[in-house]
């Protein structure tokens, strides 16, 4: 199986701060590769797909980037309603394998 | 637009089996995949398999071979997954997910608990 590392686990930044999310994948994914956002309560949703194809609705503030092995979600003048955990997840090879999860909270 | 409702949230016995429904809606059912996913302890999450409606070709996660059963019912665009002999490792919530080579709406969840 494919293994998503991805970092860090937990996040504390400002609003109106630029973070980044990392993903690593133990082998060439092409980029296939899909970030997820989960609010607190809520099911996962899609963000970004094919690692930098920005899905209907996301605020432009949302980009994606890599390739290969290494991916980043960026998030441009943090809001408050982004504070959610995000996920990576590759769809490359079969099974489908997701990152741990990055926690983002308000500092 | 595109919704997948789940069935209610379940408590079930140890050694016990239970089923879900996913129903779809806004969409051709048979013309997409349908997958589920399976997040514990509140946040990792695991691709269980896939199932084509329109065929009823599954694809499992080999973790989940033997422990998880897809099915659909064309007639009322619903998906089911059954997962059997429940142990506490079970204990989670389970997505049904629509895949277009990416898992692009889900559903609602369904908290399993396990507890005797």
């Known amino acids: 199986d494919i293994q998503m590392t991805q970092s860090p686990a937990s996040l504390s930044a400002s609003l109106g701060e630029t973070v980044t999310i990392e993903c690593l994948a133990s082998?060439?994914?092409?980029?296939?590769l899909a970030w997820y956002q989960q609010k607190p309560g809520k099911s996962p949703q899609l963000l970004i797909y094919y690692a930098n194809s920005l899905n209907d609705g996301v605020p432009s503030r949302f980009s994606g980037s890599g390739s290969g092995t290494q991916y980043s979600l960026k998030i441009n003048s943090l809001q408050s309603e982004d504070v959610s955990i995000y996920f990576c997840q590759q769809n490359y090879d079969s099974p489908r394998t997701f990152g741990g999860g990055t926690k983002l909270e308000l500092k | 637009q595109v919704k997948l409702l789940q069935s209610g949230a379940a408590l079930v016995k140890p050694g016990a089996s239970v089923k879900m429904s996913c129903k779809a809606s806004?969409?051709?059912?048979?013309?997409?995949?349908v997958s589920w996913v399976k997040q514990s302890h509140g946040k990792s999450l695991e691709w269980i398999g896939e199932i084509y409606p329109n065929s009823g070709a599954t694809n499992f996660n080999e973790k989940f071979k033997g422990k998880a059963t897809l099915t659909v019912d064309k007639s009322t665009s619903t998906a089911y997954m059954e997962l059997s002999r429940l142990t506490s490792e079970d204990s989670a919530i389970y997505y049904c997910t629509r895949w277009t080579e990416v898992l692009d709406y889900w559903g609602q969840g369904v908290m399993v608990t396990v507890s005797s």
């Open positions: 806004g969409y051709t059912f048979t013309d997409y995949w």
């Open positions: 082998e060439d994914i092409y980029s296939n």
